[in-house]
């Protein structure tokens, strides 16, 4: 069983920065690949990023690209977002997710995930 705890979120400016966290809590949670999504108001959830448990491989979502890069601190059993040049629609909440094997986009497949924390854009 693998616990996921999101924080980091908050109201940015566009252009702004943010780095969010995923704590993970479980026996294995450092050998899980993991990976980030989000759900803005009225959309589907849409995949963002994604890596590997050992950090070797990493995917992105085309709109995220050059200004997203997700990282991990297995010692630390978290993994983190770091999201630059933000844009409105950037905004929404944002889910971790964790499986042992590397699912990337698939989100479907990932078998934890966390409550979400909320990122805000304005304008």
């Known amino acids: 069983q693998v616990q996921l705890v999101e924080s980091g979120g908050g109201l940015v400016q566009a252009g702004g920065s943010l780095r969010l966290s995923c704590a993970a809590s479980?026996?294995?949670?450092?050998?899980?690949?993991m990976g980030w999504f989000r759900q803005g108001p009225g959309k589907e959830r849409e995949f963002v990023a994604a890596?590997?448990?050992?950090?070797?491989?990493?995917d992105y979502a085309g709109s995220v690209k050059g200004r997203f890069t997700i990282s991990r601190d297995n010692a630390k059993n978290t993994v983190y977002l770091q999201m630059n040049s933000l844009k409105p629609e950037d905004a929404a909440v944002y889910y971790c997710?964790?499986?042992?094997?590397?699912?990337?986009?698939?989100?479907?497949?990932?078998?934890?995930w966390g409550q979400g924390t909320q990122v805000i854009v304005s304008s």
């Open positions: 997710a964790s499986d042992l094997n590397y699912r990337g986009s698939r989100g479907d497949e990932y078998h934890y």
């Open positions: 479980g026996r294995t949670a450092s050998t899980f690949a």
């Open positions: 890596i590997s448990w050992g950090g070797g491989r990493t």
